[in-house]
């Protein structure tokens, strides 16, 4: 069980842990192919809010969409989880090989929770 208590300090021990890799002042435009159901996806949209970052949102994991707006939107942060991250490696795309670095040089970090 997810109480408003630990939901409400991990969202102020990440931004704390998180500010020495932050541009400072500004806010970031970030993307987390995450489900809201699940603690993480409920942590990340707090923390975004509470950063006042911009979260690039998808109604369902579909990679070309993901990558293409990593471009579009100039996405510094990329969260997702372990099948996501193993999926942009195993994948006939490869991210790192395909589309580095023009397409995705917005990107400053990879999380994976």
């Known amino acids: 069980m997810i109480t408003h208590y630990g939901l409400i300090f991990n969202t102020m021990q990440l931004s704390v842990f998180e500010s020495p890799h932050r541009k400072h002042g500004q806010a970031e435009v970030v993307t ?9 996806g409920i942590g990340l949209s707090h923390i975004m809010v509470w950063r006042g970052d911009l979260m690039v949102v998808f109604p369902r994991f579909d ?7 990593v471009q579009q939107y100039r996405i510094d942060r990329l969260y997702i989880v372990r099948q996501v991250f193993l ?26 929770g």
Do not use: A, K
């Open 32 to 40: 987390g192919v995450v489900p809201f159901s699940h603690g993480y």
């Open 87 to 112: 999926c942009l490696l195993l994948s006939p795309l490869r991210l790192l090989r395909v589309l580095l670095p023009r397409e995705v040089q917005s990107l400053t970090r990879v999380e994976n």
């Open 63 to 69: 990679m070309q969409l993901m990558l293409q707006s």
